[in-house]
């Protein structure tokens, strides 16, 4: 099939169909054949960073499990699944072309479902951006789930994750970055800075995820009557840091392939993007030495994207030495944040609305304050509208579609279910059946290896209900 | 040595030899540049792409791992590590040669062994084409170790994983995809589409893993005298998880990469990969929900992987639309066929043979139906005969050799060693010495931490076998 | 924001501030083109590849911890994220200038500290080397770590890991590879071939590791005084083998993406480290073999590594098959070095000063005597030279560093600490409070969940210490 030599300079020319092989070149023909060729770069680039940043499901799963316990891993690495699956889904449906179809009013698009329009013989960049687009609307679903850890019920889960991809995420997105193809968000009009979302990704997540914390309640026994808070701890800190350096990894994806092009303002926005995380990590490792006494793990590592939420605004539009300062500013504010809402009795097991809300809102901020073309008040008020535009969108929305779930299907797990462990509740089986884990009943509780079963799933970890 | 400026730039030019560097442009000068830059961007993605299918091999680690007792955790790793290590080395000095080299029966290649013709002074697309394959062949190998997990003697698949990258592999991917140099493939000269490999990688790698599994037997304690079959839990979900996320980033490169040319074809095989391992882990999560009455994990992530299997075949030359098709059917379709293998009790402790042989099957069958450029009977039967193909070369070739090795040195532990677990008994260690695990006769039964020994691996977890 | 169609090309284009959009094309324009489409590849491949070597960190972290013991995972997820966010600090302020900064002496450079002179308006090709230049630099330190493992001071891992990052291996590397500006190193002026850093990045780490190993002593238990060795077993063989996976990977980035630029030749350099990678892991499972009677994990993995350490200096300048023979020298004398390092008392819970200083020089060495050009003796005195050069300059100042660092605030934790656990005693958790430890003083000793506690961070694994 694949023939050496002339044939790979062969397959690259034949693509283009503007331009025959057999005739002799010719400076206009030249000139077409190099804008080939840097298309083609721009669709690798671009293509090859919607790949880490789809690797980011993997680094959001690792991390939300690491902060939680081993009781409910299987909840959460299904939740994260799903909302990845389900999400691809939707947002081919209904999200891609709210958030990038055509718009006439700026406030959402009216083109563009299903890759209707664009399929055979369309224009391939559209699947291309898609496909960028779409690990993004993941991440959005994904942080959510953090805050919502422990308690929620799968069935809810999957509706509003749905709700999130199809309609929450893409409705501020069209204000901030469509369309693809005619017409201009109204954030946009403004002149909104939002490179790769701290506000369009991030706080849409965090708000949506403090809406779901606020309404589900804190887990058991978080916060007692007599008003001491409880820590909860994770089950498994190499995994949580796994999942950073994975996030981290992605990220270089997710801001310089903002881009969507292969040029050279991806080397800044690289470099940006990994003196912020440095920056906060840390700055949040000394902000919990001081706090606390010790260098703490989970602060630390929170400190680390709350860096990388943070520059993700201004990655391309401040130097190096402000990413610095935005990220570090970033680590003592996550973990201030992170306090903060556990005083005010918003359980949020992972950190999701400290760092992926209130670090987007201030990159979000500072991305105007540190404008590489300079600031002013304008620019200062834009971006105070853009992100509270976000937030009076997304908290009132998602509040109402929890608050719907909950008087509907349900949004939270039994008393026994949150003490058994959703592993075990919502889908049969435990993460760890070898293992001695403390919050199951004893070695292999649901049945640990050679326990008998008439029936059921014969590779996974699905335990028939009358056997546990 | 690295200097700015212009000696970017230089380097680039210099490095082709059709052009001086001094001498003023022409017109065909140009062209020859621009075809050198577009060859670059080729490089690039497909030796990108190969980092990424390499990937794939701590994918398969961890899934396969996750999905298994913590007694045999090490033995899977080593596996793992092997087939790809020894598997490079003979897919070097035979394999790449049998499966690409120049034929003129299109049944097997006779040249290119060894690299050797190619390596100074020759074409170095060779070894980027070289790179993007011998990946692809590891993947195969290891698809096997899954089915044959729990059980299989180290030295006996150190044989069978040779024998497969060598020989089984390479034949009948000369068939459908060879050569690269002169000559073509029986079945590509027949028009058979699978364009990434459902047929070529994953049903060489299932069917040659059912082979094994059924000359190995089940495991001990698996399917019970009076017809009950046991679960054997796996024993790490969120590494399992780990894993599928890993293969699905891998996958990127995978279907993508198989144009081994950058070009726009690439946008809509992200697309399509993407879409059709959503609907198979929905679909999968949705089919476990119904069977078994709660959405079970193992299912879900072994139902992305039969929609990433599905789609490999037909990525390239389907729609969107049915590129959701193809994975949904794959995901209610692995588990039936889990439940299947189950029921006819062959016991195969991941899953492989319905993820990969029999998804890869479903894969290659969708290519023809939903060929974007229409479907024949003809198209159909060609389809049809390269899956019969595959299944009547590997299975029985795969059989004798493990019937050959189980003859000669053995291919399965004994009985006490199964019982020990393989860690113990065939690499002198655990995969976890400071934690109780139910399946070792307690904590650090393998001398935890500071038990005494007199010699042995100061590292590792060896411990020598008067202690243990 | 974003329009479909001519705006991709067209942003293309712009970016070419020598070229107008509007003019016709002439002959020299579209030469000017091309050699702009040329350089966005080069910066998509560097920045890529910047990407993966990143991506070692987490490969190291889980590696170090897989071989260590529960009780200190935490400790080792904070200092692999500190040896790259502090380091990416003092690269930038420091480091980076000393190494790559315009030199007259070529002992160190003297400019681009800050990146103060390049950020508005300058070359953004320094920003792209930076970033690839960076993720080496944190390779260099994180390799300290390992061998230090498991007794460290947390403060004095940071103050001696910003001096390695600062100082110890920019110096060194600026004889090698410096500068990018103006004058060059005296190694690379004498002709040393170190294409991608056996010596420059491994052998730094590996003697910088050695002098720690010593000034430390070995962990408490490990030599007792009638002269037996104890073994200590690593926690996690599974994070260990994903770890090696994942710096397999990360090489794909550090040897091809040596070259910076986009171009054919990063086809033999991936096959050369892929080769050498399975030629090192196959020799020393062998060699394990041999000498153990089983086939032992520990030292496989680092068989993986010994061969990766191995050819990345001559990954660019010896064929295939040397490639084989560097690698599979490099597995078995890894295994010959551990035992050594051993028998001598040098405690390397991780076998880091084997795989990375021993392996870096046998590389380093080989790459003269395997020159693809041809070898000399004035070509292997050179080498010679570099690899004594390193030795001489690593060892007796990290020495110093570190004797320092003890007779100020001290290296080493107290026995108790260790005996601990440097989770708890230096960062107030525990990795895994829901499992049975052996090494913690039962289940959740740390405090398991739903421990009480008056204040504390509510995410991480933090408990006050009055709690403990």
């Known amino acids: 099939m694949k023939k050496l030599g002339l044939s790979i300079l062969f397959a690259a020319i034949c693509i283009s169909r503007s331009w025959a092989g057999d005739e002799p070149p010719t400076i206009e023909s030249n000139k077409a054949l190099i804008d080939l060729v840097q298309s083609h770069a721009d669709y690798v680039w671009t293509l090859v960073a919607a790949a880490l940043v789809f690797f980011m499901q993997a680094g959001f799963a690792m991390v939300e499990t690491g902060f939680t316990r081993a009781k409910n891993a299987i909840n959460i690495m299904m939740k994260n699944l799903m909302d990845f699956s389900l999400g691809s889904l939707v947002y081919w449906a209904i999200g891609f072309g709210l958030m990038f179809g055509a718009t006439s009013t700026g406030w959402f698009g009216t083109s563009g479902f299903f890759l209707s329009d664009f399929e055979?013989?369309?224009?391939?960049?559209?699947?291309?951006?898609?496909?960028?687009?779409?690990?993004?609307?993941?991440?959005?679903?994904?942080?959510?789930?953090g805050a919502m850890a422990e308690r929620t019920k799968f069935s809810g889960y999957l509706i509003y994750s749905a709700v999130v991809s199809a309609i929450i995420y893409p409705i501020f997105g069209s204000w901030a970055w469509g369309s693809l193809f005619k017409g201009e968000g109204w954030l946009e009009g403004l002149g909104f800075i939002d490179f790769a979302g701290s506000t369009v990704v991030h706080s849409v997540g965090g708000w949506a995820a403090l809406a779901g914390a606020v309404v589900l309640g804190p887990r058991m026994g978080k916060y007692t009557k007599d008003g001491r808070i409880k820590p909860i701890l994770g089950h498994n800190m190499p995994l949580a840091a796994l999942g950073v350096f994975i996030l981290w990894l992605g990220w270089f994806g997710f801001n310089p392939g903002s881009t969507t092009a292969a040029n050279k303002d991806i080397a800044m926005i690289f470099v940006n993007t990994n003196l912020a995380a440095a920056a906060g990590t840390f700055l949040a490792m000394i902000t919990s030495w001081a706090k606390f006494g010790k260098p703490e793990v989970g602060m630390s590592l929170n400190g680390a994207l709350a860096g990388l939420v943070a520059i993700t605004a201004g990655c391309a539009n401040v130097t190096p030495q402000s990413a610095i300062i935005i990220g570090a500013a970033a680590g003592i504010i996550v973990v201030l944040a992170v306090l903060f809402f556990d005083k005010i009795k918003v359980d949020d097991p992972?950190?999701?609305?400290?760092?992926?809300?209130?670090?987007?809102?201030?990159g979000t901020l500072a991305a105007g304050i540190f404008n590489i073309g300079g600031t002013s008040a304008k620019i200062i008020g834009v971006q105070l509208l853009g992100i509270s535009a976000c937030f009076l969108w997304v908290f009132p929305v998602a509040f109402l579609v929890f608050k719907l779930i909950d008087k509907t299907i349900g949004l939270r797990v039994s008393p026994e279910e949150e003490m058994e462990g959703l592993d075990l509740a919502e889908h049969g089986g435990n993460a760890y059946p070898d293992f001695e884990v403390s919050s199951y009943g004893g070695i292999g509780s649901a049945g640990g290896p050679g326990s008998p079963s008439a029936a059921g799933d014969p590779i996974g970890q699905f335990k028939p209900a009358q056997q546990t």
Do not use: K, N
């Not at 013989?121 to 959510?144: E, K, R």
């Not at 992972?350 to 201030?362: L, N, P, Q, T």
């Open 120 to 145: 055979v013989g369309g224009d391939p960049w559209v699947l291309a951006f898609w496909m960028f687009q779409v690990v993004f609307c993941a991440t959005a679903a994904t942080i959510v789930s």
């Open 350 to 362: 992972v950190g999701a609305i400290s760092v992926h809300g209130v670090c987007g809102a201030w």
